[in-house]
């Protein structure tokens, strides 16, 4: 090869033919020996003029910005906190939180891509309005320490959001709760990205609702098995539903589950065992079944439910109706099971009907407004064991 190399497939054939040379080891004085001489000369002609010019770092561009400006490590305290935080910074031994950047970007035009490596900073979260140390107790935030999680909140946030909708969740966009209730918002949103999130996971199929409520109907024969729970959710994961248990509630959000949509189409449904009792998790589960068969349409629905709430809300009646006539139909609710006092009562009825005798004790206890009654059928403390 001789002649000079100009494009990049020049430069792979150049490389290609010099590793031949080199590995021929040709003797001096020959042709082969001239040819390896200028194959080197000319590949380093090349790299010269195209060598790539790496970005400058986030702390070289700061420095250059004040070297322009003439600006002192002082003139950064209002952007960066301290004296002393300005030091760490600019000698490298703290990095920039996305506060930082965002503030730099705007008040010294250095670009977010210089600063964060990114087209566009995210808009801003403010971390003191979300319950972070919860969070990071129940490991939705990953493996993080306390300190590092002070002082990089916002970005540990911003990727915990990532792909997602992180404003709080409006009160006139759910139901399920009392009237009275003091919800946080933010941890009612938090607790439905980590759900969503945790969904996308399972790599569910499709969601096809034809014959859905014939489908969930069927399952309520599976209640009645010590293995029920896992084969229900294993039936309705095949079905395109996810069911994300055990879903530790967060302060101030008092809820039983939730349902959803994820951005894959499929419904979700999470469930937080705050009621650690048999009864009220088969209530809760057909509940948020109703809801995905009557209400879910899109990913900007969500239904939030406490169980205590008592929400008399049309959509919150149809989906208790409908967990309620589905585990046991309103005709033999009437006729055969409401009268019920014993439990060798209960048990016969359970058994004729194929379901487990905590669905009919529960729905005794709440009709009757008793609920010191049947406390040994109920399944306490059986979901988190």
């Known amino acids: 090869m001789n002649k000079l190399i100009k494009t990049e497939t020049d430069y792979d054939e150049a490389m290609t033919r010099l590793e031949e040379l080199m590995l021929a080891n040709p003797d001096e004085d020959t042709a082969q020996a001239d040819e390896l001489e200028l194959l080197a000369h000319l590949i380093e002609i090349y790299e010269n003029k195209v060598v790539n010019v790496p970005p400058p770092s986030p702390i070289e561009a700061i420095k250059f910005r004040m070297d322009q400006q003439g600006l002192k490590q002082k003139d950064l305290v209002p952007f960066i906190g301290s004296k002393a935080r300005v030091s760490e910074i600019l000698s490298g031994k703290r990095d920039l939180t996305m506060t930082m950047a965002r503030t730099l970007c705007?008040?010294?035009g250095i670009s977010a891509k210089t600063l964060l490596g990114v087209d566009h900073i995210p808009a801003e979260i403010n971390p003191e309005k979300y319950p972070l140390n919860e969070m990071r107790k129940l490991g939705w935030l990953g493996d993080i320490s306390l300190k590092k999680l002070r002082a990089h909140a916002e970005e540990v946030l911003q990727e915990f959001f990532s792909g997602m909708n992180n404003e709080p969740i409006a009160a006139f966009n759910r139901t399920g709760f009392k009237v009275d209730t003091q919800v946080d918002e933010y941890a009612l949103q938090a607790w439905r990205c980590y759900v969503l999130r945790e969904s996308e996971k399972l790599n569910l199929p499709p969601y096809d609702a034809e014959n859905m409520e014939v489908f969930i109907k069927s399952l309520t024969i599976l209640t009645q098995f010590e293995s029920g729970r896992e084969l229900i959710v294993k039936a309705l994961h095949e079905k395109g539903i996810a069911v994300i248990p055990n879903?530790?509630?967060?302060?101030?959000?008092?809820?039983?589950?939730?349902?959803?949509m994820n951005k894959n189409g499929n419904p979700?449904?999470?469930?937080?065992?705050?009621?650690?009792?048999?009864?009220?998790?088969?209530?809760?589960?057909?509940?948020?079944?109703?809801?995905?068969?009557?209400?879910?349409k899109t990913s900007d629905d969500v239904f939030f439910d406490d169980s205590e709430a008592g929400d008399n809300s049309k959509v919150?009646?149809?989906?208790?109706?409908?967990?309620?006539?589905t585990l046991i139909p309103q005709e033999i609710w009437d006729q055969e099971i409401r009268h019920l006092k014993?439990?060798?009562?209960?048990?016969g009825a359970a058994k004729q009907l194929s379901i487990s005798p905590s669905i009919i004790a529960g729905r005794l206890r709440k009709s009757n407004n008793s609920y010191s009654i049947h406390r040994t059928l109920i399944g306490t403390g059986a979901l988190r064991d």
């Open 342 to 347: 014993t439990a060798g009562e209960i048990r």
């Open 316 to 325: 919150e009646r149809e989906a208790d109706e409908f967990a309620l006539n």
């Open 106 to 108: 705007k008040e010294l």
């Open 268 to 296: 979700v449904i999470g469930l937080t065992y705050r009621h650690n009792r048999l009864d009220n998790f088969w209530h809760t589960l057909f509940h948020e079944l109703g809801h995905v068969v009557k209400h879910l």
């Open 247 to 260: 879903v530790k509630h967060l302060p101030k959000t008092y809820l039983d589950g939730g349902a959803m």
